[in-house]
């Protein structure tokens, strides 16, 4: 056997660079974390807009909810079809400014300007003197905005405001039309109205359905 300078060797054996082997390694790791990570990536990604779907979907939900507990307890409507309003822009509630004097239990109310329409509320209980010191809603209407004025139109009473606060739905989001249709239970043709209608109603967030919601409204 013949010594060398670093060591011994046998004839015609090569050895293993350790700088090469130790690269290579390197370069599997870096490929191996590399491909973890991008896993870990898509992994994120793809749990967070399943986050914002499911926060769309209940953000949706609760607006078709609330627009069908409306419609359900608005008045029954016979008419074909009937029409019912939107929850955008009703009266939420009436906020007093000035509770005025004289005013009775059943005057009515009135929302004074604004582009809504439907509203219908009258007094609901008074104080010493006829001040006005509760509303009821009795149609919340649809179409108001923030802070339109409010009167009373009947009665002797005077000197009465208000202002309303309007329902309004998260930004971004819309309200088709609600659909409301009449149901044929008993076989005689929509024609007649049977006193069973569905309700249908889709919302939407920008420009894309994010569910739709029926339910039912029946005539007491």
Same mark, same amino acid.
């Given at each position: 056997?013949?010594?060398?300078?670093?060591? /011994?060797?046998?004839?015609?054996?090569?050895?293993?660079?350790?700088?090469?082997?130790?690269?290579?390694e390197?370069?599997?790791?870096?490929?191996?974390?590399?491909?973890?990570?991008?896993?870990?990536?898509?992994?994120?990604?793809?749990?967070?807009?399943?986050?914002?779907?499911?926060?769309?979907?209940?953000?949706?939900?609760?607006?078709?909810r609330?627009q069908?507990?409306?419609?359900?307890?608005?008045? /029954?409507?016979?008419?074909?079809?009937?029409?019912?309003?939107?929850?955008?822009?009703?009266?939420?509630?009436?906020?007093?400014?000035?509770?005025?004097t004289?005013?009775?239990?059943? %005057?009515?109310?009135?929302?004074?300007?604004?582009?809504?329409?439907?509203?219908?509320?009258?007094?609901?209980?008074?104080?010493?003197?006829?001040?006005v010191?509760?509303?009821?809603?009795?149609?919340?209407?649809?179409?108001?905005? @923030? %802070? @339109?004025?409010?009167?009373?139109?009947?009665?002797?009473?005077?000197?009465?405001?208000?202002?309303?606060?309007?329902?309004?739905?998260?930004?971004?989001?819309?309200?088709?039309?609600?659909?409301?249709?009449?149901?044929?239970?008993?076989? @005689?043709?929509?024609?007649?109205?049977?006193?069973?209608?569905?309700?249908?109603?889709?919302?939407?967030?920008?420009?894309?359905?994010?569910?739709?919601?029926? @339910?039912?409204?029946?005539?007491?």
């Amino acid at each position: 056997m013949r010594l060398y300078k670093y060591g /011994y060797k046998k004839p015609g054996i090569k050895m293993k660079s350790s700088r090469g082997f130790s690269l290579i390694e390197t370069l599997i790791a870096i490929a191996i974390i590399a491909v973890i990570s991008v896993a870990v990536l898509i992994g994120l990604s793809t749990a967070a807009s399943a986050n914002i779907i499911s926060d769309e979907k209940t953000t949706a939900g609760s607006i078709a909810r609330s627009q069908i507990e409306y419609i359900q307890k608005q008045p /029954y409507q016979t008419s074909n079809p009937p029409s019912y309003y939107s929850i955008v822009g009703m009266v939420a509630g009436i906020t007093i400014s000035n509770a005025g004097t004289g005013y009775i239990v059943g %005057d009515a109310i009135t929302v004074a300007g604004g582009t809504g329409t439907g509203f219908t509320g009258s007094v609901a209980s008074i104080g010493t003197g006829g001040t006005v010191t509760g509303i009821t809603i009795t149609v919340a209407g649809t179409g108001y905005a @923030d %802070d @339109d004025a409010v009167s009373v139109t009947s009665g002797i009473g005077s000197g009465f405001t208000g202002v309303v606060a309007v329902y309004n739905i998260p930004d971004g989001y819309s309200i088709v039309e609600p659909m409301v249709v009449r149901l044929d239970p008993e076989n @005689d043709g929509t024609g007649n109205d049977d006193g069973l209608q569905q309700i249908i109603v889709t919302v939407m967030h920008g420009t894309k359905t994010v569910l739709t919601l029926e @339910d039912y409204k029946v005539s007491e």
